[in-house]
T-cell receptor, first 115, second 114 residues
């Protein structure tokens, strides 16, 4: 079974500091894509960052970066210089190239950025 | 560029009733999918439509059905509502491509079944 685990239900961080959200997943496939999505109170899921499993280089998007460890099936998200607007639910997800929009999501981590 | 829009934003139904949720895809997107997000959980894939045909389905019973129209808008229909159907229903769209295309989500319809 394909599963995603996020072991931190809730986290908090002071504004301007750095926080890392954990994610592990389980799949027997070798080729897939990994994502972090953010869901603010508006409920709209917003793509934060994505990573192709065949790429060894970790993806970065401005203040957001990932630590992708394929052998360990780990995909953590680091947020640098945290801002109040980063307060949201964060979901880790993956999908396979031929599975269309069939994403497998984790249960989420609620992140609070404190002033 | 318009985003993904869903209607209604909130809905209250009683057990046994039927419901239709609507979604307008982002301009230029030909693939739409629906997700169910129960309280405190991540979204779960219901199904996907591409060129007006179901093109992938998650572990949901047949009473969950859908349609995609020529303009790529979509409907999710749920028959014989059960209490456990209470959830946020998210619609997402993308342009079918090489596998790593971005998925754009709407803000969802919050369905409460009493």
């Amino acid at each position: 079974a394909q599963t995603v685990t996020q072991s931190q239900p809730e986290m908090s961080v002071q504004e301007a500091e750095t926080v890392t959200l954990s994610c592990t997943y389980d799949t027997s496939e070798n080729n897939y894509y990994l994502f972090w999505y953010k869901q603010p109170p508006s409920r709209q899921m917003i793509l934060v960052i994505r990573q192709e499993a065949y790429k060894q280089q970790n993806a970065t998007e401005n203040r957001f970066s990932v630590n992708f460890q394929k052998a360990a099936k780990s995909f953590s998200l680091k947020i640098s210089d945290s801002q109040l607007g980063d307060t949201a639910m964060y979901f880790c997800a993956f999908r396979f190239p031929n599975y269309g929009q069939n994403f497998v999501f984790g249960p989420g981590t609620r992140l609070s950025v404190l002033p | 560029e318009t985003g993904v829009t869903q209607s209604p934003t909130h809905l209250i139904k009683t057990r046994g009733q039927q419901v239709t949720l609507r979604c307008s895809s982002q301009s230029g997107h030909n693939t739409v999918s629906w997700y169910q997000q129960a309280l405190g959980q991540g979204p779960q894939f219901i199904f996907q439509y591409y060129r007006e045909e179901e093109n992938g389905r998650g572990n949901f019973p047949p009473r969950f059905s859908g349609l995609q129209f020529p303009n790529y808008s979509s409907e999710l229909n749920v028959n014989a509502l059960e209490l456990d159907d209470s959830a946020l229903y998210l619609c997402a769209s993308s342009q079918k491509g090489q596998g790593n295309e971005k998925l754009f989500f709407g803000s969802g319809t919050q369905l409460s079944v009493l």
